[in-house]
């Protein structure tokens, strides 16, 4: 094992963490504006509204995201009819179908977090808020969606977490992401062990530090002035009232 | 087409034993990670924390190529010369260093939720601490498991596919010979996701049949 080796690669390879992260904030945005309004419909008790979304979630949650990529990338081209449209223009492109991709495919594992979360709404809340008159698209936007989405943060935060990781199937389709360039790196030194963990270590930083953001977010948003509580004080009150 | 299905055949046979086997295999470490974790000893729980840790932080492609390209190198320099590592091998030991950190997270928790009367009626019963373990842990723990199990699998089941990038002929790599040759990748592509679909719903019927078998009461 060398060391510099490794010091120096990792300086190398720190170039592509733009690139890591412009894929992973796009698609995370791109997924949250797209399973929010799926996470209702999954959440209805309309089947015609539901049925349509499992059948989504279902496809793009039990086949690997290579497949998914790969029939994007390579696949969308034996169409004739895109390739002649105006789409090809951005689906001939790595990083667009991979930003296709790592949206779709994180919009449904994040549509069956947000679900759970709508899901898991207190019926109380609900019928509190049409008492007072709220239309059901307020009740949705200030009552169901702040509450559900505090309740599964946790949850959200996993996935940002394997988007991040799931950004590394970039460098399949030729992104000279982290992942990309560690390859590319490899094949022209030939030390394999150094050059990868200086990428594990980088992608490693990466999700600790996304981590650490959510668990403070977690805590801002549920931190709601406690109670105080006197503990010695009640106990010497205790003592007062036994004599 | 028709000619590929053969070769289909042999790659899904390829992906379900890499499954099969780096799936036992992980939750063997698993188990073993999750007793560690729970030691008493400090520095054995801080270790399996600093695996767990790493490896749910490291993308798992990057697992795989160290793995792959690293064993070459180190085995090579061991035997003095060119040496490349089994696909399969590789495969296998990647994937069941993968799946033993986050099993091991998931039988943490799952021991963690078993109330501690528990473990003190077997200890004033007279059992030994490993007939604790193997006769009243364990039992409890791995229903309360199944469903982070469940999910735990099928993600095994997609990885299966990462192991394609480094040579292995599994349901992927047909689909890709095939795409290039035929020239037709959205067809084999497509086939490659109707297996991996078909196979991930295996995985969900199967678990959730034990789920229904092994129903904690109460819960």
Known sequence: MDITLLLTSMVALASGIPLTLLLTFASLVAGLVLAVPLAFMRASSRKWLSLPVLAYTYVFRGTPLLVQLFIIYYGLGQIGAIRSSVLWVLLRDPFWCCLLAFSLNGAAYTTEIFRGGIQAVATGMIEAAQAVGMSPLQIKRRIIFPIAFRSVLPSYANEVISLVKATSLASTVTLLEITGLSRKLVSETFAPCEIFIAAGVLYLGLTLLLAGFFHVLEVWLNGTPRAKTYKRRVTLQQVAHGQ | ?219
């Open chain 2, 1 to 219: 087409m028709d000619g590929f299905a053969v070769q289909f055949v042999s790659g899904l046979k390829t992906t379900v034993l890499l499954a099969l086997v780096s799936g036992a295999l992980g939750m063997a470490l698993g188990l073993l990670a999750a007793a560690g974790r729970l030691s008493r000893w400090r520095v054995l729980s801080r270790l399996v924390g600093f695996y767990t840790t790493i490896i749910r932080g490291v993308p798992e492609l990057i697992i795989i190529l160290l793995i792959y390209f690293g064993g070459t190198v180190a085995i090579s320099a061991f035997f003095g010369r060119y040496v490349e590592v089994n696909a399969f091998l590789a495969g296998v030991v990647s994937l069941t260093v993968v799946f033993g950190a986050y099993t091991a997270e998931i039988f943490r928790g799952a021991v963690l939720s078993i109330p501690t009367g528990q473990i003190e009626a077997a200890r004033s019963l007279g059992l030994h601490p490993w007939q604790t373990w193997l006769l009243v842990i364990l039992p409890q723990m791995l229903r309360i498991a199944l469903p982070a199990l469940a999910n735990q699998w099928i993600s095994l089941v997609k990885e299966t596919s990462l192991i394609s990038i480094v040579g292995l002929t599994d349901i992927m790599r047909v689909a890709a010979i095939g795409a290039g040759s035929l020239r037709a990748p959205l067809t084999f592509y497509l086939a490659a996701s109707a297996l991996y679909l078909t196979l991930t719903s295996l995985a969900l019927v199967i678990f959730h049949l034990l789920e229904r078998r092994f129903a904690v009461p109460g819960r």
